[in-house]
C-alpha cells in the first residue's frame, strides 16, 4: 500500500458514520497530502505525527453538503497546531506562545470596565486550553477549525475575561458603569426610574435580547459576533465577505437596529407596559447593549 493510500485509508477509518459522505471526495489523497505539506510549512519546528493529525480531523468533521468545499476550506495548519498543542508537543506550545497568544493581549482591552491583568488572564487561558483535566484531552483540542484558530482564542480570552470579572464582582460594575455612562443625560428623577426598571426588569430585557439574536440570519449573527466579541477590524470582516468595510460598518448599524427592535417587541408581547414605560426600559437596553451583546454572543450555541 502506498503512503499516500495508507493515509487516505488512516483518515477515512477515523470518519463518524455520519460524516461518512467525505470518502467520496475527489483525489482524497493528493488533498492530505497537501494538507501535511501546508502544515509542516507553516510550523517546521512542530514534528506532529502524520497519523495523529490525520486521526485528529477525521474525529472532528461534520456532515456537510458540498464535502468536498468544507474539506478544502479548512484550516489545517491552525488544526494541526492544535491538534500538536493537545498532545503536549513542547515545540508546539512554543509555537502558541510565540505567534498566538502574544495577540490575544489586545482582546482584553475591549473587555468592559478594565481592571485586568493581562498576564494573568493569559497564564488562565493557558492553564485551560494546554493542561489535561484528568483524563481529558487538553481543552484546545475542542478546536474544529470552523473558522481561525486565533478567532477561537479571542473568544476564549474574552470569555475567561469576563468569568474572572463576575467572580470578582467586576462584571457588575462595569454593567453599571457602562449604564452610567449611556444614560449620563437623562435628569436624576429619570435615573431613579430607569434603575428601578433594570432592576425589576433585567432578566426579562437579557431574554428579549437573546431571542433577537437568535432570529439574526447567519450572517448577521456572525459579523456581529466577529466585530463586537473577537474585535476583528472592519476591513478585516469586509476581506472575508469580499465587500467594502463601508458596508459592513453599514451591516453592524443595521443589525444592531435590529437587535433592539426585536428586543422591544418581546418585551412589549411579554410584559404589557404603557408607551412611556417600554421606551423608559428600552433606554436601559440601549444603554446596556455592547456589554448584554458581549455576554449573550459569548455564551455556548
Not at 3 to 15: A, D, G, N, T, V
Not at 192 to 204: F, G, K, N, S, T
Not at 224 to 252: D, N
Request: proline share 5%; aromatic share 4%.
Amino acid at each position: 500500500m502506498s503512503k499516500q493510500s495508507s493515509r487516505s485509508h488512516l483518515f477515512l477509518q477515523h470518519l463518524s458514520p455520519q460524516a461518512r459522505c467525505y470518502a467520496e471526495v475527489p483525489g482524497l489523497e493528493a488533498l492530505l497530502d497537501a494538507w501535511l505539506s501546508i502544515a509542516r510549512q507553516a510550523w517546521p519546528d512542530v514534528m506532529l505525527p502524520e497519523e495523529d493529525f490525520l486521526r485528529h480531523v477525521a474525529t472532528r468533521l461534520n456532515p456537510s453538503n458540498e464535502p468536498a468545499v468544507t474539506l478544502a476550506a479548512l484550516p489545517v495548519a491552525d488544526l494541526y497546531l492544535a491538534c500538536a498543542c493537545a498532545k503536549g508537543l513542547p515545540t508546539a506550545h512554543a509555537a502558541l506562545e510565540r505567534q498566538l497568544l502574544p495577540r490575544m493581549a489586545s482582546a482584553l482591552t475591549r473587555v468592559r470596565g478594565g481592571g485586568l491583568d493581562t498576564a494573568e488572564v493569559l497564564q488562565q487561558l493557558r492553564q485551560r486550553l494546554l493542561v489535561p483535566q484528568g483524563d481529558t484531552e487538553p481543552r484546545i483540542a475542542e478546536y474544529q477549525g470552523t473558522g481561525p484558530l486565533a478567532a477561537w482564542l479571542r473568544a476564549a480570552v474574552v470569555r475567561m475575561a469576563l468569568n474572572l470579572q463576575r467572580a470578582e464582582g467586576r462584571r457588575a460594575r462595569a454593567e453599571e458603569d457602562a449604564e452610567a455612562e449611556g444614560s449620563a443625560w437623562v435628569e436624576r428623577g429619570a435615573d431613579v426610574e430607569l434603575d428601578y426598571l433594570r432592576r425589576r426588569h433585567q432578566q426579562d430585557f437579557r431574554e428579549a435580547l437573546a431571542g433577537a439574536l437568535a432570529s439574526l440570519s447567519p450572517r448577521e449573527r456572525t459579523v456581529l459576533r466577529l466585530h463586537v466579541v473577537e474585535g476583528v477590524s472592519l476591513e478585516r470582516i469586509g476581506a472575508m465577505y469580499q465587500t467594502h468595510k463601508s458596508t459592513v460598518s453599514r451591516w453592524i448599524s443595521q443589525t444592531r437596529r435590529t437587535v433592539l427592535e426585536g428586543a422591544r417587541e418581546r418585551l412589549a408581547e411579554r410584559l404589557q407596559l404603557s408607551a412611556d414605560e417600554l421606551r423608559s426600559l428600552m433606554r436601559v437596553v440601549h444603554s446596556q447593549l455592547d456589554v448584554s451583546l458581549l455576554g449573550l454572543l459569548n455564551e455556548p450555541g
